[in-house]
Every structure is written in C-alpha cells, then in structure tokens.
C-alpha cells in the first residue's frame, strides 16, 4: 500500500516534467544573470583627470588665500572690528617716529604724526573720539582698527591716561520739607433698605448678586421694610451674614405700600409674604361673613392670625 502510494506520487506525466525543466532553467538564468550583465551591456569609463585637475586649482587657491589673509580683532564690549595688516605688508612701510609722553584721548593730529602713527589711522582715532569714544587705559590702544601689535607695545610706556572729571552738579542742592500725609480713615458705606438697588447691597460684605437681587424682590412683595431686621428674613440669607451687615443697614421714613382689607381681593391679600393663602381666605371668608373690618386690630379675631402673624403684618394693612 506504502509503495504504491510513493510511486504514485513520484509519478509525473510528460507535461509535468516539461514544466519543472523550464522551471529550472530559468531559475538558473536568474542566477547567472548578475555574472552575465557586464559582458552583454558595456559601461561608460568615467574620466577622472577633469576632475582632479579642478581639486589641485582649489588647493593653489586656497594656499594663496591663506597667505594673503588679513587677521581681524574684535572687542565683544566696544562691539568694532579692527582690521590689522598682514606682517609683510606692514612692515613694507613702517613710518618711523618720536616717542613722548601723551593722553591718546587729549593727542592732536599732530602728536599722532609725530609718534609715527599712519594718517589712515590717525583718521580713525580722530573719529572714535569724535563719536564720543574714550581711552580708559593705555592697554585700550590694542583696540585701534590699523594699530599693529608692535606700535601698541612701543607706545604703551608712554601713555598716561589723565581721570576723567565727573561732571559737578551747579545746582544748589534743594532741600525738602518732610510731607505727612493723613491716612484716610475708612468709613464703611450705609445702605438704605428702602431706596437701595442691587449695586449697593452687592457691596455688602458676603451678598453676591443673587442674594442682592432676593433682598430687592422680598422688599417689593412686601412693599417695602419698616424695620432693619426683616432683611434677616430674605431666603438664602445666612444669619451669620446678616449680623455682618446688620450695622451697614438703614431704614428711611419711607411710607410702606398697605393693604386695605375691606377692598383687597384674594389673589391681592395672598401675594403678600406674611398672608398667604390660608389667611388671606380666611379675611375674606370673615369680611363676608360679618362686613368690613371697623379697624385693623379686627383680624385678630380670626383664629388662624396669631399675635407673631399680627405683628409682622399690621403695619402693611388698612380700612380705608
């Protein structure tokens, strides 16, 4: 069973051997085919000599650059580049001079010709002083744009550098009198409970505008306060916060908007805070029952209006 199974597998027709042939062959050729590349596509010689002929001109170059280079010192503090002559050219036309005893911040044009300095130079000097330059020490000279190295180290020995004068003061000197100045004491602002707006409670010491605009809203449901202490009552108001501001408050002579009982109707008695509906019903249920109230004191006699109701709301009620 094995062995047939083998054979039959090994078994290729003649197509299937024709094609693994051509397989094989062209994977041999793939394989070739990087060995084979130069010899049937020639490639193009490069001509090096151009080339290095261009890198020998740069180098000639480059060493006649650096001989003929002129070095640069630059001062970080006076922020100028002085240019310095290269040696050969220097020494080619040293101007030969007297050495003397000088100020280079006082020298004339003259002294600088004298001590052999180049009128190029001398130029120079002439207008960093000009512009307001000075020489604070001998060793400033090194900073010259043309100075070389060696005139600097010939005429330093000679340099005596007078202190500049500070400019004196001509005024006479003012004198003042001590001011004392009266610290403003701090009054804290009164709000009138009755006329004030919103701005005027906001700056009282814990009310925002929220609490503020309560304040205003309670006052005209009621009509207006006729004591400090109904601002306590203001929902939302903290009593801590009330016994802050309780001295900041006052009340003016005002008029409070009344009631008249015996001509209210109930929507007008119930809107009040200290009514309600269950006593504002019961006034009008009495005021049908027995006619109008002969005085305010009258509602009393109702049983739901307790002394406490009677207190708090009296002063906003009236017969006539």
């Known amino acids: 069973m094995l062995k047939h199974f083998v054979s039959q597998y090994f078994n290729f027709s003649k197509k299937e051997r024709r094609g693994t042939i051509a397989l094989l062959l062209l994977i041999l ?17 490069t001509e090096h000599s151009a080339f290095e002929k261009e890198i020998a001109s740069l180098k000639l170059k480059q060493q006649d650059s650096s001989n003929n280079s002129r070095s640069n010192n630059f001062d970080e503090n006076n922020y100028q580049n002085y240019y310095q002559p290269s040696e050969k050219n220097y020494y080619k036309n040293q101007p030969k001079g007297e050495l003397f005893y000088f100020d280079p911040n006082t020298a004339s044009a003259d ?67 001590p001011k004392t100045f009266d610290k403003p004491k701090y009054t804290p602002s009164v709000v009138d409970i009755n006329a004030g707006d919103t701005a ?23 009509g207006g306060f006729y ?16 016994q802050k501001i309780k001295t900041r408050l006052s009340i003016s002579n005002a008029g409070i908007k009344q009631l008249n009982i015996n001509t209210a109707t109930l929507d007008e008695l119930k809107a009040h805070p200290y009514l309600r509906y269950n006593i504002a019903n019961a006034i009008i249920q009495y005021r049908s029952q027995h006619g109008n109230f002969a005085s305010v004191n009258d509602i009393k006699k109702i049983m739901l209006v307790t002394d406490d109701v009677f207190n708090k709301v009296s002063p906003y009620l009236k017969v006539n």
């Open 227 to 242: 004591k400090v202490e109904q601002i306590g009552e203001t929902f939302g108001l903290p009593d801590s916060t009330f």
């Open 111 to 177: 002294d600088w010709k004298r001590l052999g300095i180049r009128d190029k130079t001398i130029s120079t000097i002439q207008n960093y002083l000009s512009k307001g330059g000075h020489f604070y020490k001998p060793e400033d000279i090194s900073k010259i744009w043309g100075l070389h190295e060696d005139e600097v180290q010939r005429l330093l020995p000679y340099i005596k550098i007078a202190a500049k004068e500070k400019a004196q003061n001509n005024y006479a000197e003012k004198t003042y009198e």
């Open 200 to 222: 005027a409670f906001i700056a009282l010491p814990g009310i925002g505008s929220k609490l503020s605009q309560r304040i205003i809203a309670f006052r005209d449901k009621l």
């Open 29 to 45: 050729l793939f394989m070739l085919l990087p060995f084979l590349y130069p010899l049937i596509i020639k490639q193009k010689q």
